[in-house]
């Protein structure tokens, strides 16, 4: 076997009252093993490690923008709006031209009821009328006679008087038979069902043929249902503070009248932010004692239909003015035992722990409430502790479209 001249350190001093010994093998041919006295000092200290550079993290200056501070709710959307189609009158359907589902508007036919029976209603009338109109000639031309007779005694005074009280009466009874013939016209133009708003339409509940009964609403039948398109509603319930501020900012001459159009955002559930503004138009009275909240309304514009009755909203309301606000990203926030925190960069390069309180997303950034303020720079990550060294490297805090930050796509990239 051939034999090597390689020393093997074998990584163990003993220690043995104050003397340490290193063993080598192999040293020589002739040589087995060779215990070599050291020192404590040279066996601990024979070769000084070289101090390790500080880490190179990214680090990124807050953002600062002038943000209003919020409130989200949740919601939903009704119509401005909305109508039970009910026949005033009764009869058969002789006619369906609902467009269900589709648009209609104000004025449009969408039920035909049988116009016969009300067409002979209104020729009923009509003849009432001239027989009403027949006596009233006739009893006009008496009175004129016993207008002329009475002053010389002819007839007698009751007599004359009669002739009076009877013109009245036959005058009454033509206005009597106007307005029937003006109520029997009614009903017949009842007998077309229009849409009485403009709006969205449902399925028609009644088909032709079939009867209906009119009248009022609790006995009409339901023939379909109509609602309103634009603008829509979206109702949601606030809790106390945020009604103590709006009321004072809503009402502040006490008059029960809204002094300022609040703005407010809105999203559906399929979209991300809040990319539908409307105003606050309505606050409620009081405050439901079961639920601690109150009932508000905002109005949206709704020109492509894409609201709908039912609908849930999210609602995000403006609290207070808008004033300065720090935003960072989220990559630069940890968490220790529950408390949020970010590792701020001091003036001698080092890392300084600082909690943070944090608050909602704004395009892609976090909003810090409390913690951070305008210029200060954060370490963006890296395996850094409170206190140590660090290289700083500087990147953006800017949100990419892609919705990484300038960091984060570099990461991707390697």
């Not at 090597?4 to 080598?24: P, Q």
């Not at 007998?191 to 028609?204: C, N």
């Not at 997303?361 to 409170?386: F, H, N, Q």
Request: aromatic content about 4%; glycine content about 8%; charged content about 20%.
């Amino acid at each position: 076997m051939a034999r090597k001249a390689t020393v093997l350190l074998l990584a163990t001093a003993l220690v043995t009252g104050g003397v340490a010994f290193t063993y080598r093998d192999a040293l020589a041919p002739y040589v087995g093993s060779i215990l070599v006295p050291m020192s404590p000092r040279e066996a601990i200290g024979a070769v000084p490690p070289a101090p390790a550079p500080p880490p190179q993290v990214p680090v990124a200056e807050v953002v600062t923008r002038e943000v209003a501070p919020w409130s989200e709710f949740t919601g939903f959307v009704a119509a401005v709006g909305s109508v039970e189609l009910r026949p005033r009158v009764g009869g058969a359907i002789e006619h369906v031209s609902v467009p269900e589902g589709e648009i209609v508007a104000e004025g449009q036919l969408l039920f035909q009821i049988d116009p016969r029976p009300f067409e002979v209603a209104v020729e009923t009338a009509q003849a009432q009328l001239r027989q009403a109109e027949a006596l009233r000639a006739q009893a006009e031309t008496d009175f004129q006679r016993a207008d002329k007779l009475v002053p010389n005694g002819t007839i007698s005074r009751k007599s004359h008087d009669d002739a009076s009280a009877k013109r009245r009466e036959r005058q009454a009874q033509v206005e009597a038979a106007a307005a029937a013939v003006a109520a029997a016209r009614l009903d017949l133009s009842y007998a077309q069902v229009t849409a009485p708003i403009t709006g969205r339409v449902d399925r028609a509940l009644v088909t032709k043929g079939n009867l209906v009964a009119g009248g009022n609403a609790g006995a009409a039948t339901l023939l379909t249902t109509i609602v309103s398109i634009d603008p829509v509603h979206v109702y949601f319930d606030i809790d106390e503070p945020a009604y103590l501020d709006l009321i004072t900012r809503a009402r502040p001459d006490g008059s029960g009248r809204a002094a300022a159009r609040l703005p407010v955002r809105i999203a559906l559930v399929t979209e991300s932010g809040f990319p539908h503004e409307g105003v606050l138009d309505f606050i409620g009275n009081g405050i439901d004692r079961g639920t601690g909240t109150v009932r508000a309304r905002a109005v949206i514009p709704n020109r492509d239909g894409r609201f709908a009755p039912g609908l849930f909203a999210r609602v995000r309301l403006a609290t207070d003015m808008p004033r300065q606000t720090v935003l960072i990203n989220d990559l630069a926030v940890g968490t220790d035992q529950g408390r949020r925190y970010v590792l701020v960069l001091d003036a001698g390069n080092k890392a300084e722990y600082r909690p943070v309180e944090l608050g909602p997303m704004i395009d892609g950034l976090r909003v810090v409430a409390r913690g951070l303020t305008s210029g200060e720079t954060i370490i963006m990550k890296g395996l850094v502790r409170p206190g140590m060294e660090v290289s700083p490297q500087l990147v953006s805090m800017a949100v990419a479209a892609n919705g990484k930050t300038d960091l984060a796509a570099k990461a991707a990239a390697q």
